[in-house]
Protein backbone atom coordinates (compact mmCIF):
# COMPACT_ATOMS: atom_id res chain seq x y z
CA UNK A 1 0.00 0.00 0.00
CA UNK A 2 1.23 3.09 -0.83
CA UNK A 3 -0.48 5.12 2.15
CA UNK A 4 -0.34 4.99 5.34
CA UNK A 5 -2.85 5.40 8.13
CA UNK A 6 -4.05 8.64 9.77
CA UNK A 7 -3.89 8.87 13.39
CA UNK A 8 -5.77 9.10 15.60
CA UNK A 9 -8.72 6.68 14.26
CA UNK A 10 -11.34 9.24 16.36
CA UNK A 11 -10.56 12.12 18.41
CA UNK A 12 -13.06 14.17 20.71
CA UNK A 13 -12.60 17.01 21.97
CA UNK A 14 -14.36 20.44 23.67
CA UNK A 15 -14.83 23.27 21.33
CA UNK A 16 -12.47 26.31 21.91
CA UNK A 17 -9.65 23.44 21.98
CA UNK A 18 -7.26 22.62 19.01
CA UNK A 19 -7.31 19.38 16.94
CA UNK A 20 -4.52 17.79 16.16
CA UNK A 21 -4.71 14.90 13.14
CA UNK A 22 -1.52 13.08 11.60
CA UNK A 23 -1.01 11.08 7.90
CA UNK A 24 1.55 9.25 6.90
CA UNK A 25 2.19 7.97 3.59
CA UNK A 26 4.78 5.30 2.35
CA UNK A 27 6.33 7.00 -1.07
CA UNK A 28 7.64 10.01 -2.57
CA UNK A 29 4.81 12.59 -3.34
CA UNK A 30 4.50 15.36 -5.89
CA UNK A 31 1.27 17.13 -2.92
CA UNK A 32 -0.37 16.16 -0.17
CA UNK A 33 -4.38 17.16 0.16
CA UNK A 34 -6.24 17.32 3.10
CA UNK A 35 -10.45 17.22 2.81
CA UNK A 36 -13.21 16.79 5.59
CA UNK A 37 -16.49 14.61 4.96
CA UNK A 38 -19.41 15.33 6.63
CA UNK A 39 -21.36 12.33 7.74
CA UNK A 40 -21.99 10.73 4.14
CA UNK A 41 -21.28 13.24 2.03
CA UNK A 42 -18.95 14.97 0.03
CA UNK A 43 -15.51 15.51 -0.09
CA UNK A 44 -14.25 19.12 0.97
CA UNK A 45 -11.15 20.11 0.01
CA UNK A 46 -9.61 22.15 2.66
CA UNK A 47 -5.51 22.64 1.47
CA UNK A 48 -3.05 21.23 -0.56
CA UNK A 49 0.53 21.50 0.56
CA UNK A 50 3.45 20.50 -1.83
CA UNK A 51 6.35 18.49 -1.47
CA UNK A 52 9.08 21.68 -1.12
CA UNK A 53 6.91 23.42 1.13
CA UNK A 54 7.18 22.63 5.28
CA UNK A 55 3.97 24.65 6.82
CA UNK A 56 1.01 26.54 5.25
CA UNK A 57 -2.18 28.05 6.80
CA UNK A 58 -5.19 28.81 5.86
CA UNK A 59 -7.49 30.33 8.08
CA UNK A 60 -7.77 28.27 11.61
CA UNK A 61 -5.95 25.10 9.46
CA UNK A 62 -2.32 24.96 9.86
CA UNK A 63 -0.37 22.06 7.72
CA UNK A 64 3.08 21.15 7.90
CA UNK A 65 4.92 18.32 5.87
CA UNK A 66 7.70 16.74 7.03
CA UNK A 67 9.16 14.17 3.73
CA UNK A 68 11.57 12.55 5.34
CA UNK A 69 9.72 10.83 7.82
CA UNK A 70 7.16 10.87 5.45
CA UNK A 71 3.99 12.61 7.43
CA UNK A 72 1.54 15.63 7.63
CA UNK A 73 -0.47 17.02 10.05
CA UNK A 74 -3.36 18.75 10.09
CA UNK A 75 -4.09 21.18 13.16
CA UNK A 76 -7.27 22.81 13.41
CA UNK A 77 -7.25 25.69 16.26
CA UNK A 78 -9.89 27.27 18.47
CA UNK A 79 -11.86 23.85 16.97
CA UNK A 80 -15.90 24.41 16.92
CA UNK A 81 -19.27 21.95 16.80
CA UNK A 82 -19.38 22.72 13.25
CA UNK A 83 -15.75 21.21 12.89
CA UNK A 84 -16.99 17.76 13.75
CA UNK A 85 -16.13 15.29 10.61
CA UNK A 86 -13.99 12.96 9.05
CA UNK A 87 -10.49 14.35 7.71
CA UNK A 88 -8.77 12.60 5.20
CA UNK A 89 -5.37 13.27 3.75
CA UNK A 90 -4.64 12.18 0.23
CA UNK A 91 -1.32 11.82 -1.38
CA UNK A 92 -0.27 12.37 -5.52
CA UNK A 93 2.83 9.76 -5.96
CA UNK A 94 5.85 11.04 -8.23
CA UNK A 95 5.96 9.39 -11.54
CA UNK A 96 3.05 10.79 -13.20
CA UNK A 97 0.46 9.45 -11.37
CA UNK A 98 -2.52 12.02 -10.69
CA UNK A 99 -4.76 9.45 -9.18
CA UNK A 100 -5.30 10.42 -5.00
CA UNK A 101 -4.12 7.98 -2.47
CA UNK A 102 -6.53 8.45 0.27
CA UNK A 103 -6.22 7.41 4.29
CA UNK A 104 -9.03 6.14 6.54
CA UNK A 105 -9.30 9.09 7.64
CA UNK A 106 -9.62 10.46 11.39
CA UNK A 107 -13.26 11.31 12.69
CA UNK A 108 -13.48 14.59 14.82
CA UNK A 109 -16.18 15.44 17.28
CA UNK A 110 -16.29 18.71 19.12
CA UNK A 111 -18.76 18.60 22.31
CA UNK A 112 -20.08 21.99 22.53
CA UNK B 1 -18.03 29.61 -6.18
CA UNK B 2 -17.49 27.33 -8.92
CA UNK B 3 -18.30 23.62 -7.61
CA UNK B 4 -19.01 19.96 -8.81
CA UNK B 5 -22.02 18.80 -9.57
CA UNK B 6 -23.23 15.06 -9.46
CA UNK B 7 -26.71 13.84 -10.59
CA UNK B 8 -28.70 11.87 -9.02
CA UNK B 9 -27.67 12.11 -5.50
CA UNK B 10 -28.72 8.34 -4.90
CA UNK B 11 -29.89 5.84 -7.14
CA UNK B 12 -31.41 2.75 -6.36
CA UNK B 13 -31.04 -0.46 -9.02
CA UNK B 14 -31.93 -4.31 -9.33
CA UNK B 15 -28.48 -6.52 -10.47
CA UNK B 16 -27.38 -6.64 -13.25
CA UNK B 17 -29.56 -3.64 -14.59
CA UNK B 18 -27.24 -0.41 -15.76
CA UNK B 19 -26.72 2.44 -14.39
CA UNK B 20 -25.13 5.88 -15.60
CA UNK B 21 -23.84 8.68 -13.24
CA UNK B 22 -23.67 11.91 -14.28
CA UNK B 23 -21.18 14.99 -13.30
CA UNK B 24 -20.93 18.54 -14.70
CA UNK B 25 -16.89 19.08 -13.66
CA UNK B 26 -15.98 22.64 -12.79
CA UNK B 27 -16.14 24.28 -16.16
CA UNK B 28 -12.12 25.17 -16.80
CA UNK B 29 -10.93 22.19 -15.85
CA UNK B 30 -9.25 19.50 -17.83
CA UNK B 31 -8.99 16.72 -15.52
CA UNK B 32 -11.79 14.68 -14.20
CA UNK B 33 -11.63 11.53 -12.17
CA UNK B 34 -14.21 9.42 -11.12
CA UNK B 35 -13.71 7.61 -6.77
CA UNK B 36 -15.80 5.43 -4.77
CA UNK B 37 -16.18 5.23 -1.32
CA UNK B 38 -17.99 1.79 0.13
CA UNK B 39 -19.51 2.31 3.14
CA UNK B 40 -16.89 2.40 6.14
CA UNK B 41 -13.69 2.10 4.08
CA UNK B 42 -11.54 4.63 2.47
CA UNK B 43 -11.86 6.70 -0.62
CA UNK B 44 -10.82 4.76 -3.39
CA UNK B 45 -9.71 5.65 -7.16
CA UNK B 46 -11.67 4.46 -10.41
CA UNK B 47 -10.01 6.20 -13.29
CA UNK B 48 -9.03 9.51 -14.48
CA UNK B 49 -9.98 11.45 -17.67
CA UNK B 50 -7.73 13.77 -19.87
CA UNK B 51 -8.34 14.94 -23.68
CA UNK B 52 -11.03 12.32 -24.48
CA UNK B 53 -9.28 9.52 -22.91
CA UNK B 54 -8.22 7.36 -20.12
CA UNK B 55 -5.68 8.15 -18.54
CA UNK B 56 -5.49 5.85 -15.69
CA UNK B 57 -7.59 3.18 -14.68
CA UNK B 58 -7.58 1.07 -11.40
CA UNK B 59 -8.07 -2.67 -11.22
CA UNK B 60 -11.48 -1.86 -10.31
CA UNK B 61 -12.14 -0.48 -13.08
CA UNK B 62 -12.91 -3.75 -15.45
CA UNK B 63 -14.75 -4.19 -18.70
CA UNK B 64 -17.80 -3.12 -16.86
CA UNK B 65 -17.13 0.39 -16.26
CA UNK B 66 -16.81 2.93 -18.86
CA UNK B 67 -16.62 7.04 -18.97
CA UNK B 68 -17.51 9.31 -21.56
CA UNK B 69 -17.43 13.18 -21.75
CA UNK B 70 -20.53 13.08 -24.26
CA UNK B 71 -20.56 17.05 -24.42
CA UNK B 72 -18.36 20.20 -23.37
CA UNK B 73 -19.89 19.84 -19.19
CA UNK B 74 -20.39 16.57 -18.41
CA UNK B 75 -18.89 13.47 -17.63
CA UNK B 76 -20.68 10.44 -17.23
CA UNK B 77 -19.68 6.61 -15.45
CA UNK B 78 -21.90 3.38 -16.75
CA UNK B 79 -22.28 0.56 -15.01
CA UNK B 80 -22.91 -1.90 -17.30
CA UNK B 81 -24.28 -4.71 -15.29
CA UNK B 82 -24.46 -3.73 -11.66
CA UNK B 83 -23.49 -6.10 -8.76
CA UNK B 84 -24.59 -6.05 -5.01
CA UNK B 85 -20.27 -4.85 -4.45
CA UNK B 86 -20.81 -2.15 -6.47
CA UNK B 87 -22.83 -0.13 -3.91
CA UNK B 88 -20.98 2.54 -2.63
CA UNK B 89 -20.55 6.70 -3.05
CA UNK B 90 -19.16 7.72 -6.11
CA UNK B 91 -17.49 10.76 -6.33
CA UNK B 92 -16.56 12.69 -9.13
CA UNK B 93 -13.85 15.41 -8.82
CA UNK B 94 -11.97 17.68 -11.72
CA UNK B 95 -8.81 19.43 -11.14
CA UNK B 96 -6.35 21.51 -13.08
CA UNK B 97 -3.40 19.48 -12.33
CA UNK B 98 -2.85 19.61 -8.88
CA UNK B 99 -5.96 20.45 -6.46
CA UNK B 100 -8.79 17.66 -6.55
CA UNK B 101 -12.18 19.12 -5.96
CA UNK B 102 -14.90 17.17 -5.58
CA UNK B 103 -18.33 16.68 -6.40
CA UNK B 104 -21.50 15.67 -3.40
CA UNK B 105 -20.95 12.09 -4.76
CA UNK B 106 -23.85 9.93 -5.84
CA UNK B 107 -25.15 7.33 -3.24
CA UNK B 108 -25.68 3.89 -5.56
CA UNK B 109 -27.94 0.97 -4.10
CA UNK B 110 -27.90 -2.28 -5.81
CA UNK B 111 -30.56 -4.57 -4.49
Known amino acids: SQQGEEDPQALSIQEGENATMNCSYKTSINNLQWYRQNSGRGLVHLIL?????REKHSGRLRVTLDTSKKSSSLLITASRAADTASYFC????????????FGKGTKLTVNP | EPEVTQTPSHQVTQMGQEVILRCVPISNHLYFYWYRQILGQKVEFLVSFYNNEISEKSEIFDDQFSVERPDGSNFTLKIRSTKLEDSAMYFC?????????FGPGTRLTVL
Open chain 1, 49 to 53: IRSNE
Open chain 1, 90 to 101: ATDFQGGSEKLV
Open chain 2, 93 to 101: ASSNYNEQF
